[in-house]
C-alpha cells in the first residue's frame, strides 16, 4: 500500500489520485476493482506479490465486503 500511496504526492489532492488510481485498475470501467483487475493492476505498478498477499489487500481494502473496491474503499484506505 505505501507504494501506492507514494505516487499521491503528484496530484491536488488525494481525491484526485484515488480516481486514477481506479482508472488504472479498472479494466472493464464499470467504477468497481475486482481481484483480477487488482493482480493486474498491481503488475503494473511492477509490485510482485504471492496470491495470498493480493487476497490479503483485497479483503483489507473492501471494506463492505462485497467482492469488489471501489473508489471510496481505496480513499478510506489511503
Known sequence: MRKIASGADEFSSLREYVQ??????????????????????????????????????MR????NKDGEISEEEIFRAL
Open 60 to 63: 483489507k481494502l473492501d471494506f
Open 20 to 57: 486514477v488510481l481506479v482508472s488504472i485498475f479498472d479494466q472493464n470501467q464499470d467504477g468497481y476493482i475486482s481481484f483480477n483487475e487488482l493482480t493486474e493492476g498491481l503488475k503494473q505498478f511492477k509490485i510482485n506479490l504471492t496470491a495470498q498477499e493480493k487476497q490479503g489487500i
